[in-house]
């Protein structure tokens, strides 16, 4: 076997995900010296402070600088793989690298879904690498089939749990009946949670993620501000209960769709919000900090993909797989696909995606409340799937499903229930996807 000379890293950022690629390569160095060809010689690793206690680290300590910047220009570096996060200093760094032509591998979904297109014109400037499989579902190889095995294909949907903090807390609210704060606090400690976790619980995370799926899925350029978003910190105990009592549980989805919209244009919507899905559904047995993610394409039919999407080992892995595919290019004089996005489809807003919601009300017990209440549904041409209803007197309660209908009607049926005196309260309102 003809080893070429070493392949040099710059590692930026040292934490959960960074300290999972040190042990990896130390770990993997044979196997990925005999897969790439090269060598594969860690230049160094920047890092917030030095003296930081790194001693279980495989690697020479004289290799931390807090010169993050330095350390990109250095002309020995020939990847930059960026596990920080955020979105400034990182883009400063990363389009630096690019410009110079040096390949990056970054799992920064915060930065690709605010400004990816800043990355990736700077590699199209310097005709560099810009792989970041790691940023969306972790371990799962998602991104390279989206922008690779199904480039002859024509995607229409995306759908998934591709959050894993998230997944983890609703699994254990539903599982257990655990409080939502001490969920949190074990995903934290399990290396799942951002640096900020109201990045996942308010669904910022999921929804950069999903606008880096629909930029891929449908060669548009989609931006986190083009996500519509509902973190699930609102999922209560009882709407879980609620839940269950109609063989359902409450999932964060990330939902991505083509389609024409009134006018007939084709156009783009992506969302992200809690649904109420039935436990018949696939994505409802995806449990623990597990992702899985349903790809429905004209020619392929559904697909899914599933596995570890959080978590610094998990993630390690797919940072890695790019750095092999970032070194092969480099060896062999390539680049990998560049941005597609001729597409430029227009994104429809959230009030014309069709949708279905779960309404719950307390209710005043008296003739004429189920008329009153369909009325409302009925000036909204919205359709009614089922009423149940449940209590009596004071503790009287409505639970409606309703069929399909632009999420503009549905929202407005919600505030005109609001208005009918005989509504005591609205005690919930969930989306329902998936049959239920
Ligand atoms: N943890 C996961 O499960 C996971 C999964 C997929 C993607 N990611 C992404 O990977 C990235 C890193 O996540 P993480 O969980 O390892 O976070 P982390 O907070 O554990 O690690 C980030 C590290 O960067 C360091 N840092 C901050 N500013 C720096 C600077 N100016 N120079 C050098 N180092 C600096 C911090 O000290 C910290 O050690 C983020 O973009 C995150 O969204 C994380
Ligand atoms: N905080 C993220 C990490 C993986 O991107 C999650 O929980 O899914
Ligand atoms: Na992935």
């Given at each position: 076997m003809s080893v070429s000379k070493p392949i040099r890293l710059a590692l930026l950022g040292c934490g959960t995900v960074g300290s999972e690629v040190v042990r990896l390569l130390h770990r993997q160095a044979e196997d990925l010296t005999a897969r790439i060809g090269a060598p594969l010689e860690v230049a160094g690793i920047a890092v917030r402070r030095l003296g930081r206690e790194r001693g279980d680290l495989p690697i020479d300590p004289g290799l931390f600088t807090t010169d993050a910047l330095g350390l990109v220009k250095r002309d020995d570096v020939d990847v930059v793989i960026e596990v920080v996060g955020g979105i400034e200093p990182a883009r400063t760094w990363l389009v630096e690298a690019l410009r110079a032509g040096k390949s990056v591998v970054t799992a920064n979904k915060a930065l690709l879904a605010e400004d990816g297109a800043a990355l990736h014109d700077a590699a199209a400037e310097g005709g560099a690498d810009l792989y970041y499989e790691a940023s969306v579902a972790g371990a799962i190889p998602l991104l390279r089939p989206l922008r690779e095995s199904l480039h002859g294909d024509r995607v229409t949907r995306v759908t998934g749990i591709v959050n894993g903090t998230t997944n983890f807390i609703l699994s254990s609210m539903d599982a257990t009946g655990a409080g939502f704060s001490e969920a949190l606090d074990e995903a934290g400690e399990l290396g799942y949670a951002e640096a900020d976790p109201t990045a996942d619980v308010e669904g910022f995370d999921a929804a950069a993620k999903a606008a880096i799926l629909a930029s891929l899925a449908f060669h548009s350029r989609v931006t986190a501000a083009d996500v519509f978003r509902e973190g699930m910190t609102g999922v209560t105990a009882g709407d879980m209960a609620s839940a269950k009592e109609m063989g359902c549980t409450i999932k964060l989805l990330c939902i991505a769709e083509r389609g024409p919209d009134e006018s007939g244009q084709e156009s783009v919507s992506v969302r992200v919000h809690p649904a109420m899905i039935p436990r018949s559904h696939p994505l409802a047995g995806v449990g623990d900090a597990f992702n899985a993610v349903f790809i429905e394409a004209d020619a392929a039919g559904q697909l899914m993909f599933y596995g570890?999407?959080?978590?610094?080992?998990?993630?390690?892995?797919?940072?890695?797989?790019?750095?092999?595919?970032?070194?092969?290019?480099?060896?062999?004089?390539?680049?990998?696909?560049?941005?597609?996005?001729?597409?430029?489809?227009?994104?429809?807003?959230?009030?014309?995606?069709?949708?279905?919601?779960?309404?719950?009300?307390?209710?005043?017990?008296?003739?004429?409340?189920?008329?009153?209440?369909?009325?409302?549904?009925?000036?909204?041409?919205?359709?009614?799937?089922?009423?149940?209803?449940?209590?009596?007197?004071?503790?009287?309660?409505?639970?409606?499903?309703?069929?399909?209908?632009?999420?503009?009607?549905?929202?407005?049926?919600?505030?005109?229930?609001?208005?009918?005196?005989?509504?005591?309260?609205?005690?919930?309102?969930?989306?329902?996807?998936?049959?239920?």
């Open positions: 570890r999407g959080a978590g610094g080992m998990p993630t390690a892995s797919a940072v890695l797989g790019d750095i092999v595919a970032a070194a092969r290019n480099r060896l062999a004089g390539t680049r990998a696909p560049s941005e597609s996005n001729y597409a430029q489809l227009p994104i429809r807003p959230i009030g014309a995606a069709m949708t279905r919601y779960h309404i719950s009300l307390d209710v005043a017990e008296r003739p004429g409340v189920l008329a009153a209440v369909a009325g409302v549904f009925a000036q909204h041409e919205v359709s009614i799937a089922t009423v149940r209803q449940s209590g009596r007197a004071e503790d009287a309660k409505l639970v409606i499903v309703t069929h399909g209908a632009p999420d503009a009607n549905l929202a407005a049926t919600v505030e005109d229930l609001g208005r009918l005196d005989i509504v005591r309260s609205i005690a919930s309102v969930l989306r329902v996807e998936g049959g239920a």
